[in-house]
């Protein structure tokens, strides 16, 4: 049989059927599952699952080889663990990595958690389209996947920065949420969703989101 290509990744609310059954994806917030969370999804893996739990490269967790009828008995669990979103569509949004060593309280962990309260403001975006949270002392998130970034720039204050382009703009931390949704609607307004990703979308920024 040929791969089918689906132009979308696989979620918990909205898995994926594959040769081996279905395909499940738990996507983490702020980057990080807790100790009980892991070990719950270890234990669903092997109940109910191939057994085999795979990383993604923006750090999701995948489950393999879940039967249709195990499927809810996977989301009531999952439910439970507090490891799902509230619909299938703010789960599909949700597509954010956050530097692995935030602390409580940095500009990492403020502009991600604000971001997440704000997904239902972001404009319908293709299905690959992401955003990285890259707020630390120096950018890490560089060769990971994202669209629209918040960096610390070289000069130590943060910077927003689209995708493919070399250069960001100073933001303050407390507007680079509403600078990332900015970017994300022009985006949309002036035809990426055609190209499909940031680095492939040769528009002109306009001219609040251009780097010297």
Request: a neutral charge.
């Amino acid at each position: 049989m040929l791969p089918r290509i689906h132009g979308r990744c696989p979620g918990a609310l909205r898995p994926m059927m594959s040769g081996d059954g279905l395909v499940l994806r738990l996507r983490p917030r702020l980057a990080r599952f807790t100790r009980d969370q892991v070990l719950g999804i270890c234990d669903a893996a092997q109940r109910h699952g191939a057994g085999v739990i795979d990383i993604t490269s923006r750090a999701n967790l995948q489950l393999r080889g879940i039967a249709d009828a195990d499927w809810p008995v996977l989301l009531a669990r999952f439910g439970d663990g507090g490891l799902l979103d509230e619909s299938a569509d703010i789960e599909s949004r949700r597509n954010v990595l956050v530097t692995p060593d935030w602390m409580p309280g940095d500009d990492s962990a403020r502009i991600a958690t604000d971001l997440l309260e704000r997904i239902v403001d972001l404009p319908p975006l293709p299905a690959k389209v992401g955003f990285a949270i890259d707020a630390g002392p120096a950018p890490s998130l560089l060769r990971d996947s994202a669209d629209f970034r918040i960096e610390r720039g070289a000069h130590g204050g943060l910077i927003l920065r689209a995708d493919g382009r070399p250069h960001g703009v100073p933001v303050d931390a407390g507007q680079a949420v509403e600078g990332l949704i900015a970017l994300a609607r022009w985006f949309v307004d002036s035809g990426g969703s055609v190209a499909g990703r940031m680095a492939r979308h040769r528009a002109p920024l306009p001219e609040w989101a251009r780097g010297d």
